[in-house]
């Protein structure tokens, strides 16, 4: 009885914290001028303090935000459970793939300004990528063992191609294709590498398809980052810095941490069938390669505050970042019809596939909803998102002028359970 009087006391002054941590956006009095059930909130905060004290997870920070206010948030766990360091509000954390939606922003205020095209070829702006090959499995009739032929592109990849992943660009680590087993072995990100030296090793690497033609979930948006710091002349965390979290108000979300931040960042728990914590990325060590589709840290309150621009139109506390017409652009669906899906996002995306069957596609860096069923996770057509392999996810419903943002740092395999948990809790909780 007493842990339990602890751990309810604790949860409380944590949630005073929050206040303080987003008290740039505007908090909700209640729940129920925004149109959400407190009642109902407490089946969420219940449901995800179950998961910390079973042990599922080490912690979490939720924000939820309905017509421009903050409705309800909440630190539960543990920041680093081994050491019980209880979670703060403003923990930051590894946010991975939820790095990709600032570089495609970055990216679009550069065409905004008329200093790049959607339609350019890549190569227009990184001259590498002139006569990238792609790679074709064939059997070898004599030792009956398949071996990678190189065919031309059809055509050359486009800056689109970049944003909405049909550039033919693929990561290596999921699945074992020949192509796959080259970027491997061309050992992207080696220490010391920095955004120039990965792109260069890719541009050097067979595509996995043809540009234009599949969904494949790849290195794109790392590509996409070093356009943006050609056609910019800055260092991409440089460019973020200076047009898009400091004019927003985001001073913990960046490719690297200050000395005073080390003690606010999440960490994973050990995994006792291994005895070891998933690999992340120790961001003690500053990080050479500025991995624009997956080096970025953020906290619940910095993320919000992006996603209230998008939300918004483009526009945020007197910072516009981008017109309405392109955010609108870019939250649309730009997978033509019949675009094939890889068999990797077939494998392991699971509810995330950007495909008609699920009710959704992908726009400019974010995954698009077009249909309100069909998939299994609810939500609103019109609605964007994206997520991390840590754990981390966001979404934007405007059709209920809704954002949610879940922080937590859990391997890959554990990712979607959390991703459709948050989804479910959210919406539950509404009242009207």
């Not at 000395?259 to 914590?277: L, S």
């Not at 961001?283 to 970025?296: D, E, F, K, N, Y």
């Not at 699920?358 to 249909?371: C, E, K, M, Y």
């Not at 609103?380 to 754990?391: H, K, L, N, V």
Request: hydrophobic share 40%.
């Amino acid at each position: 009885m007493m842990l339990r009087g602890l751990l309810s006391a604790t949860i409380v002054a944590v949630c005073i914290a929050f206040s303080a941590a987003a008290e740039s956006l505007p908090t909700a009095s209640l729940a129920e001028e925004v149109g959400l059930s407190a009642q109902r909130l407490k089946i969420l905060d219940a449901v995800f303090q179950s998961e910390v004290d079973s042990g599922k997870i080490p912690g979490a920070v939720l924000l939820i935000v309905r017509d421009g206010k903050v409705a309800h948030s909440r630190a539960f766990g543990y920041q680093d459970r081994e050491k019980q360091v209880v979670m703060k509000p403003d923990a930051i954390f590894r946010i991975a793939s939820m790095t990709k939606p600032l570089v495609s922003v970055a990216a679009m205020m550069l065409v905004e300004e008329g200093k790049l095209q959607l339609i350019s070829p890549v190569s227009s702006v990184l001259p590498e990528f002139k006569d990238v090959k792609v790679g074709v499995e064939k059997v070898n009739q004599d030792t009956g063992k398949p071996e990678l032929a190189l065919a031309p592109a059809q055509r050359e990849m486009t800056i689109q191609d970049l944003l909405r992943h049909t550039s033919g660009l693929t990561y290596g680590q999921f699945g074992d294709s020949l192509v796959k087993q080259a970027y491997r072995n061309a050992n992207i990100g080696a220490p010391g590498d920095n955004l120039a030296a990965v792109v260069s090793k890719l541009s050097q690497l067979p595509l996995a398809y043809q540009p234009g033609t599949t969904f494949e979930y790849g290195a794109s948006t790392d590509v996409l980052g070093r356009v943006v710091e050609v056609v910019s002349g800055m260092e991409l965390d440089r460019f973020i810095a200076e047009r898009i979290t400091r004019p927003l108000g985001m001073p913990d979300t960046g490719f690297n941490i200050t000395e005073g931040q080390i003690g606010r960042v999440a960490e994973p728990q050990v995994d006792a069938a291994t005895g070891k914590r998933p690999p992340m990325r120790d961001l003690s060590v500053p990080a050479s390669w500025l991995s624009g589709g997956g080096g970025m840290v953020s906290t619940a309150a910095d993320y919000a505050r992006f996603c209230q621009m998008l939300l918004n139109g483009g526009e945020f506390d007197g910072a516009r970042i981008l017109s309405p017409r392109t955010v609108a652009y870019m939250t649309t669906d730009h997978l033509p019809p019949g675009t094939a899906i890889s068999q990797a996002v077939q494998g392991l995306f699971g509810s995330l596939v950007p495909s008609p069957a699920l009710g959704q596609g992908f726009g400019l860096g974010f995954a698009v909803r077009t249909d309100a069923g069909r998939n299994p996770m609810p939500g609103s057509a019109g609605e964007f998102y994206w997520t991390g392999s840590s754990g981390t996810t966001f979404w934007v419903d405007p059709n209920e002028k809704l954002i949610a943002v879940m922080m937590v740092q859990v391997s890959i395999g554990r990712s979607a359970y959390y991703r459709s948990l948050i989804r479910n809790m959210v919406y539950q909780a509404f009242a009207k």
